[in-house]
């Protein structure tokens, strides 16, 4: 089984700043993109920060040059900074990986339980 544990949710000023780091264990051969999304309340689910295996990113638009998203291969762990939060930032932020669990079976998506981000103006 795989899994995937998020932390570093909260509240946090507007202006301010917050750092999620989500770590997948379990039976892992190999991990491809990871990523983050968010759902507010009476909203989809979209996203917020992809990042591949060899380090290319991608970014939602309405975060592009506030948050960064990192990752540590060596500890299957992934980081989203967020600096210069909004109180539109206000969700639920969740993690997704695709992970591999062995080399003869195919990738398959895995998400995370959550964690609350709260941004007050």
């Known amino acids: 089984q795989v899994q995937l544990v998020e932390s570093g949710g909260g509240l946090a000023q507007a202006g301010g700043s917050l750092r999620l780091s989500c770590a997948a264990s379990?039976?892992?051969?190999?991990?491809?993109?990871m990523g983050w999304y968010r759902q507010a309340p009476g909203k989809q689910r979209e996203l917020v920060a992809t990042i591949t295996s060899g380090g290319i990113t991608n970014y939602a638009g309405s975060v592009k040059g506030r948050f960064t998203i990192s990752r540590d291969n060596a500890k299957n762990t992934v980081y989203l900074q967020m600096n210069s939060l909004k109180p539109e930032d206000t969700a639920v932020y969740f993690c997704?990986?695709?992970?591999?669990?062995?080399?003869?079976?195919?990738?398959?998506?895995?998400w995370g339980q959550g964690t609350q981000v709260t941004v007050s103006s």
């Open positions: 379990g039976s892992i051969f190999s991990i491809d993109v």
């Open positions: 997704n990986a695709k992970i591999q669990m062995s080399r003869r079976q195919p990738t398959y998506p895995y």
